[in-house]
C-alpha cells in the first residue's frame, strides 16, 4: 500500500496486531529465559542449544513487531521525528561503518562522495536506520561481486536541488549515479528476507520529502536516493 491514500483502517489494523501477538510473545520468551536458567531445573547441553534458538526466534518476531509498530504510525502520520540540519556525507560514514558483518561472506562497502557541502535537513536517527535497511538488503541480495559501492553526489531533479545516493555493484554504479527518472522504477519494499525494515525505510525516505528507486531492468541490483538539499 503507498502512502499517497491511506486507509484508516489499515494503521489500526498494524497497531492492534502489534499489541495482541506482543502479550504472548512476551509470556513465550519470559519462560525461555526461566529455562535458560535453570529456574525450572537443569537442562542438558542440547536442550541449552534449542532453547537459545528458541529464544533467538522470538527477539526476531520482537523486532518484526517494533517494526510493525513503526509502520503504524508512519502510516498513520503519527510518527514523531526529531529534524534537524545534518551532514549528509558524515551519516553515510556511519551507515557505512555501523554495518554488521555477514554471517557467511565477506562484502566490501565502499563509500565514494563528492567534494562540497551535503547539508539537508531530517531525523538523523530515523534516516540512518533507513539507509542501513536498503543498503543491508542490497548487500545480502549481492551476487555478481564483494564490493558493493554507495556513491553519493548532487543533482537537480525538476529544478530542485538533491542529493543523490546511488548503490550498486562497481559495473553499475556509473549508470545508477546518472541514471535519469525515466530509467528507474518503484523501489520494492516488499521483498523476502528483510522483515519490514525497507517498508519502514521508503516511508522514513518520503517523509523526508526525498524518493528512493530500483533499475529498470533488475530491482534487486541495486538502488537510488534522493534527498532534497
Not at 557541502?117 to 531525523?123: C, L, N
Request: proline share 4%; hydrophobic share 45%.
Amino acid at each position: 500500500m503507498g502512502s499517497d491514500a491511506v486507509d484508516p483502517r489499515w494503521p489500526r489494523l498494524l497497531s492492534l496486531t502489534v499489541h495482541e501477538f506482543r502479550t504472548p510473545l512476551t509470556v513465550v520468551a519470559g519462560y525461555l529465559r526461566m529455562l535458560l536458567k535453570d529456574r525450572a531445573g537443569p537442562v542438558s547441553e542440547q536442550q541449552r542449544r534449542l532453547l537459545e534458538e528458541a529464544e533467538k526466534s522470538c527477539q526476531r518476531l520482537s523486532a518484526i513487531l517494533s517494526e510493525v509498530s513503526d509502520l503504524s504510525g508512519l502510516e498513520a502520520g503519527t510518527a514523531a521525528f526529531n529534524r534537524s540540519s545534518l551532514e549528509l556525507t558524515s551519516l553515510l560514514a556511519d551507515v557505512v561503518t555501523a554495518l554488521p558483518e555477514l554471517p557467511d561472506r565477506r562484502i566490501c562497502v565502499d563509500l565514494q562522495v563528492e567534494p562540497g557541502d551535503a547539508v539537508i535537513s531530517g531525523d538523523a536517527a530515523r534516516l540512518k536506520a533507513a539507509l542501513t535497511a536498503v543498503v543491508m538488503a542490497l548487500r545480502r541480495e549481492l551476487v555478481t561481486s564483494d564490493r558493493l559501492v554507495m556513491r553519493q553526489l548532487a543533482r537537480s531533479i525538476d529544478r530542485r536541488a538533491v542529493q543523490w545516493v546511488a548503490i550498486g555493484d562497481a559495473d553499475r554504479i556509473d549508470e545508477l549515479a546518472r541514471a535519469e527518472r525515466h530509467a528507474l522504477t518503484a523501489f520494492d519494499e516488499w521483498r523476502g528476507g528483510c522483515g519490514l525494515s525497507l517498508a519502514v525505510a521508503r516511508r522514513v525516505i518520503d517523509a523526508h520529502g526525498g524518493h528512493i528507486w530500483s533499475p529498470v531492468q533488475d530491482g534487486k541490483a541495486g538502488a537510488v536516493i534522493a534527498l532534497p538539499a
